[in-house]
């Protein structure tokens, strides 16, 4: 049970270029999340899913775009990589999204994170 | 607006010493609250949570946390540190009902010396 992956670890780009991260977890969770993370600023989360075929916006996705075509999976796409985006991204999942019954048992579950510098 | 606060982003104690790592929030509506630890080049490992009931919750590797209602703080303490404490710890904080959005404290970096 490997839990929450992501590939590649490391990247650099130039201004401009395109890139893929990919998120894979083998919980069956149906929820999947990307963050980035930046000195002094925790974590913001990008977009997130609720599930196969579904995607939305967070606080910060500008510039990144993202697609959940299998339930394990959720990629998310640089089009064209800008220094701002130099960061570290992470992605999490959880096996629940709505807490409508006030559903303790939702912690998120973190994958190693992938360290993008954009040049 | 809602938002978690880690006023400190460095704490420095000595190996077997208490140490305290604060958080204070500002969510409605009784959120769950939440501590994580990173260590260097890795993902956010969960230590331990508040749901209800005693304000002290015990977590893993001898953490605990200390859950006030009135200060809306939630400090994570642990008697003796380690040097192998010594890692990023960020407080968490989810609402109770709705979507599950984590609103994320900035940080705070534990040193733990010899």
């Known amino acids: 049970n490997a839990g929450v992956t992501q590939t590649p670890k490391f990247r650099v780009l130039k201004t401009g270029q395109s890139m893929t991260l990919l998120c894979a977890q083998d919980?069956?969770?149906?929820?999947m999340y990307w963050y980035r993370q930046d000195p002094g600023m925790g974590l913001r989360l990008i977009h997130y899913?609720?599930?196969?075929?579904?995607?939305a916006k967070g606080e910060v996705p500008d510039g990144y775009n993202v697609s959940r075509l299998k339930k394990q999976n959720f990629l998310l796409g640089l089009e064209s990589a800008a220094p701002s985006q130099t960061s570290v991204y992470f992605c999490?999942?959880?096996?629940?999204?709505?807490?409508?019954?006030?559903?303790?048992?939702?912690?998120?579950?973190f994958g190693p994170g992938t360290r993008l510098t954009v040049l | 607006a809602q938002s978690v606060a880690q006023p400190e982003d460095q704490v420095n104690v000595a190996e077997g010493n208490p140490l305290t790592v604060k958080c204070t929030y500002s969510?409605?509506?009784?959120?769950?609250l939440f501590w994580y630890v990173q260590y260097p080049n890795r993902g956010l490992q969960f230590l331990l949570k508040?749901?209800?009931?005693?304000?002290l919750v015990k977590g893993s590797y001898g953490f605990e946390a200390e859950f006030n209602k009135s200060q809306t703080s939630f400090h994570l303490k642990k008697p003796s540190a380690l040097v192998s404490d010594s890692a990023l710890y960020f407080c968490?904080?989810?609402?109770?009902?709705?979507?599950?959005?984590?609103?994320f404290g900035s940080g705070t970096k534990l040193n733990v010396k010899p």
């Open positions: 999490a999942s959880s096996y629940s999204l709505l807490s409508l019954a006030g559903d303790p048992y939702n912690e998120q579950f």
């Open positions: 919980m069956n969770h149906e929820y």
């Open positions: 899913s609720v599930g196969e075929g579904t995607t």
């Open positions: 969510v409605s509506g009784n959120p769950y």
């Open positions: 508040y749901i209800t009931g005693d304000n």
């Open positions: 968490a904080v989810r609402p109770k009902y709705g979507f599950n959005k984590f609103y």
